[in-house]
């Protein structure tokens, strides 16, 4: 009944965009992968192979050939699937689908992680990495985010940059030392840093200038070191001397180096402890470069600041920075990586942009000139959205990688938004909608996140799910009324709510059973407040009740609560938040189904609880209501996803597994036999998102592909007929 999308949680370092897979929300950082090294540029297209462009004197293209350069994209040979790529100064490594790593160029120290110092200018595996969630490349080393929180890396143990708690040089991958929970990982010129589940950073490695932000300038930190005074972190990037943070709030505080105004606090001062970049409030993602910063925004705009050397910071000028300007021209950026000297943004459309210097065409523009505002790299249309899918009841809908929105489906009320109320067997395209971020199904209704953080919903509207202040049915989009700066948005059976900047929920809709969260059970027409909350991470939406998880890995739920689906130990319904009691580690990510709700922890094992309605909790009941428990046999799991009373995971080997009731097939392994322990969806593989409605599932696979299977009545399923299938089925005409 929720959107689903690739990576909810995300970790920006200063030479690649890195995301992993999370759920629990739609929001409008999609990944879009692209990956900016020293003298290089990388990027992911929808095919999902990896193509390189600009300095190739290592190898660093992955083509088979050293020496020279490109300035245009050349395909890295034999590397496919590809699920995220990182640039170092002179190396390039790829996470594939299947967890593994392989890198490709220079090989001095070890650091691409093969066993030996030998360069490769074609791609070679990281010896035994198997489980490999985000990687991070840094100038000499590179580190490797795993499936069970721990972070591993290789290469160049100067100043104790590995963080196992010695300075000698690794060729393949040692685990930093007493390191667990990692959400994410980024590596610098000669320090890394993790983000932890609790929103806490801990970082380690050189600290000559306080980058490792734990108020000292000790030299060299061996192991990891909490960084002072942070909490409620989303996002961390390393930069040459620098690391910067990205707060639940929207807001930016920077620590380290600050000679070129990196920090962005208005002076030159180095930094021990964390502070605030001036005038970003409502930034979306941070990366930062080698002596400089971008921000994202809401609405699409970037600003930068530090050195602009080369006119790296876009803003028509080199002149040095030392609080953030805007970038010349940008209002529809989806994500801005921030290299050596050069950064690139990909568009609303996939078109990718680069600025700064070119002396090896690295801006993939051509030419060898450097440029000081946005150019166009042609001939590359990346995948913004990467298919962001809803599964309503009886309808389905997905966002095109070209901001627009297709659904299919039962159409009784205008939930297609097509201007009819006819059913469609096959995808038809939601009118006026456009860039769409992100979308999400609910019973009858649905809803799309704009890349501008405002919301547009249409169909059903019985209870005033479409926020637009009426009861009326809509057949086509109408705005929600005075929404702004949304990051995520999620709607089921009568009520809708968002995620916005600053870690606040607005819900609107019926409010029989306090869904909203307000206090009250007064329905509401436009969005209103859920009191008491300020660092929500992800947000789901069940039949009538709502969780949240909070930055610290908690989880908080309002709303019907008849079979103990809130998770606080009671069966009483609850107008406001109140905390799941037990959960076996910190959550990363939260689902919401019609009686019950699970959490992915960060071991990557899943609890769920309330209802155990036809084995949709997947463990072991010995109490009702139902505490979390642990789902059998779940381990390296990377999203769950429940449905109405059935409930999915996807697993780190492109796999997905259900569990629940299987009445029409809805669990896809061929049969309509209820299972009370997670069954392989038959014939699923290079899957990357899932997500489960009523009655039907569906999964979006490496390529863009969608599959659904289940129910078919109205032509949810996509294919062109009304028959229900057992087995996943592909959806005709998407992307």
Known sequence: ????????????????????????????????????????????????TVRCWGNNASGQLGNGTTGGRSLAPVAVSGLTPAAVVTAGYDHTCALLADGTVKCWGYNGYGKLGDGTTTPRPTPVSVSGLTSATAIAAGRYHTCALLADGIVKCWGYNGSGRLGDGTTA???????????????????????????????????????????????????????????FGLTSVMAVTAGGVHTCALLSGGTVKCWGGNGYGQLGDGTTTNRYIPVPVFGVTSATSVTAGYDYTCALLVGGTIKCWGSNWQGKLGDGTTITRYTPVPVFGLTSAMAVVAGYDHTCVILSGGTLQCWGYNGYGQLGDGTVYSRRTPVTVPGLVLVTARLSVGVGTRHTCALLSDGTVKCWGNNWAGQLGDGTTGDRLTPVEVSVLTPAAAVTAGYAHTCALLSDGTVKCWGYNNSGQLGDGTTTSRSTPVTVSGLTSVLAITADYSHTCALLVGGTVKCWGDNQYGQLGDGTTTGRLIPVMVPGLTSATAISAGLHHTCVRISNGTVWCWGWNEYGQLGDGTEINRVAPVAVFGLMGPAVAVTAGEVHTCALLSDSTVNCWGHDMYGVLGGVVTAYPSPPIAVSGLTSTMAVEAGGIHTCALLLDGTARCWGPNRYGKLGDGTTIERSTPVAVSGLTSAVAVSAGFSHTCARLMGDTIKCWGNNQYGQLGDGTATDRLTAVTVSGVP
């Open 1 to 48: 009944m929720k959107g689903f999308r690739f990576s909810a949680v995300f970790s920006l370092c200063f030479v690649s965009l890195v995301l992993f897979c999370g759920r629990g929300v739609s929001g409008a950082n999609e990944p879009v992968t692209v990956a900016v090294g020293g003298t290089h540029t990388c990027v992911i297209p929808s095919d999902n």
């Open 169 to 227: 040089d690794r060729y393949t991958p040692v685990a930093v030392s007493g390191l667990t929970s990692a959400t994410a990982v980024t590596a610098g010129d000669h320090h890394t840093c993790a983000l932890l589940s609790d929103g806490t950073i801990k970082c380690w490695g050189r600290n000559w200038y306080g980058q490792l932000g734990d108020g000292t300038t000790t030299i060299t930190r061996y192991t990891p070191v909490p960084v």
